[in-house]
């Protein structure tokens, strides 16, 4: 069955540490694996799109790796403006859930000033 | 990226009405897709609506409850029928991006609370 995890479920940093937000997967042939931030009250806001083991992208403060098995969000030196959701989706590419993106439950990201 | 706009915001409403939620694209894209978001959980597709066919429906999901239009490239609706207090939850819908593979753009989300 294809599935996403996220952890932590919540994570509070203070502004200016460093940390990473996990994404673990199990999908029937990858098409691509991708990450949303989430404020409250809005729409999923697009971040990046991997699509395949060791790809890496970069925005801002903000990078992703991703491996067979799991993305890491990276976040280096956050602000308090990065306080959001974050929310780890994949794609199939094949089987039962081919094409539909597969949501994990998000962590929920505080960056206290 | 395609900027999306769903009406109305929120709403309020009574067990047992029905309330129709709207898309509008800023562009003309070939697949549109319906989403809820329980409190606390994840997204969840309910249908994937094409223009010019039946939307598809996800396991779980029925037309009766959720029927949806799709009546040109730019434009779709969906009926949550028949209200009940589980209904209550935020409904978004997406597009995929055209020559950007698979990535999907979010609607600002319909919140809907059922009492």
């Known amino acids: 069955e294809d599935q996403v995890t996220q952890s932590p479920e919540a994570l509070r940093l203070q502004e200016g540490e460093s940390s990473s937000l996990n994404c673990s997967y199990t999908?029937?042939?990858?098409?691509?694996l991708f990450w949303y931030r989430q404020d409250p009250g809005k729409g999923p806001e697009f971040l990046f799109t991997?699509?395949?083991a060791g790809e890496e992208k970069e925005k801002e403060r903000l990078k992703a790796t991703l491996t067979k098995k799991e993305s890491f969000l990276h976040i280096t030196a956050p602000k308090p403006e990065d306080s959001a959701t974050y929310l780890c989706a994949v794609q199939a590419g094949y089987g039962g859930s081919q094409g539909n993106l597969i949501f994990g439950k998000g962590t929920k990201l505080s960056v206290k000033p | 990226s395609a900027v999306i706009s769903q009406k109305p915001s929120r709403d309020i409403c009574q067990r047992g009405t029905s309330l129709t939620i709207q898309c509008q694209v800023d562009?003309?894209?070939?697949?549109m897709f319906w989403y809820r978001q329980q409190p606390g959980q994840s997204l969840t597709l309910i249908a994937t609506?094409?223009?010019?066919?039946?939307?598809?429906?996800e396991s779980g999901f029925v037309i009766d409850k959720f029927p949806i239009s799709r009546p040109n490239l730019t434009f779709s609706t969906l009926t949550v029928s028949n209200m009940s207090p589980e209904d209550s939850s935020i409904y978004l819908c997406?597009?995929?991006?055209?020559?950007?593979?698979?990535?999907?753009?979010f609607g600002p989300g319909t919140r809907l609370t059922v009492t």
């Open positions: 997406s597009v995929e991006s055209l020559g950007k593979p698979y990535e999907q753009y």
């Open positions: 991997l699509y395949s």
């Open positions: 562009s003309q894209v070939t697949m």
């Open positions: 999908v029937s042939g990858l098409r691509g």
């Open positions: 609506a094409n223009q010019g066919s039946e939307a598809t429906y």
